[in-house]
């Protein structure tokens, strides 16, 4: 028969109870080491399993868009609202205090303007910039189709393997050149590109028919960008089509902060992306925080 102090013991050991493992909730990401896990489950809700990143990184190649003009009075009221703010670290380090604590996904391609070829982008961030910055992912224009397609795709396969080795992962923006057909079967190309090539989850338009399709056949998640603005309503509109369509959120600039009231359109936003509030819905909530 054990002693008593043998069965106290065996009971502070639970041996009887099995370690739980866990899936990861995001597609295709759980094959990933914990850091890249820790800093996706910083940007993308556990619960919802969805994001509402707010974008305001515009000004990287097209200097101070509307509503972008003075991000400490326009923009920082809305980082509580959001699950992660898209931007260079220009703005992180002059305007953005360091006591918040969002997650920050950091724009590291660029080297291009308005005035010129956009596609001809290189890598403007360090990795080290990236690690000082507690980052929690990087990302890269990716321009499908585009004059320097080679080279976009190149940045951002350069910054996968770079960021593998310290856990960051690395976000793939497909950009569409004016003279491109934005349907289907271009953005299932775009996606599927980056995700074959190793980015952990993508940016990409919304289209009105067979976006399931891209959705579906991009084995990581992807997120909506925004694009110009519309009319609040055809925008969560747009934004739960999106994420009934397989989206994993949003990832979205002048749709909000160029909104008549970015603080109520970003609530809205919140309530189609993570609680799957329908547009009339969302739009009531709109209205009645606007007013
Ligand atoms: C553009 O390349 C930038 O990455 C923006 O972050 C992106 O366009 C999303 O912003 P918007 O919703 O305004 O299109």
Sequence with gaps: MPDIDEIKESKRFYSDI???????????SNSLDWGMKNRLARIFNPKSGRTVMLAVDHGYFQGPTTG???????????????????????????????????????????????????????????IEESIRLNACAMAVQVFIGGEYEKESIINMTRMVDIGTRY???TLAVTAVGRDMNRDARYFRLATRICAELGAHY??????????????????????????????????????????????????????????????????????????????EKAFDLYNTLKN
């Excluded at 099995?18 to 295709?28: A, C, D, S």
């Excluded at 923009?75 to 220009?90: F, S």
């Excluded at 934004?239 to 359109?265: K, L």
């Excluded at 609530?267 to 799957?276: E, G, I, K, L, T």
């Design 202 to 279: 993508i940016k990409t338009y919304y289209i009105e028919k067979g976006f399931e399709t891209v959705t579906s056949s991009c084995p990581v998640p992807v997120v909506m960008a925004g694009g110009k603005k519309i009319p609040e309503l055809d925008a969560l509109t747009m934004a739960y089509n999106a994420i009934q369509q397989g989206a994993s959120g949003v990832d979205m600039g002048r749709n909000i902060f160029q909104s008549e009231s970015p603080t109520a359109m970003i609530q809205a936003v919140r309530a189609v992306v993570h609680d799957n509030e329908t547009p």
């Design 167 to 169: 856990g960051i992962p």
């Design 68 to 126: 972008l003009e003075r991000i400490d009075l326009n923009i920082l009221p809305l980082v509580p609202y959001a699950d992660t703010l898209m931007l260079t670290r220009g703005i992180l380090r002059s305007i953005v205090p360091p006591s918040m604590t969002k997650s920050i996904v950091l724009r590291v391609s660029g080297g291009t303007s308005m005035l010129s070829e956009l596609s001809n982008e290189d890598i403007a961030v360090d």
């Design 18 to 28: 099995p370690y739980r493992t866990e899936g990861f909730f995001l597609k295709g």
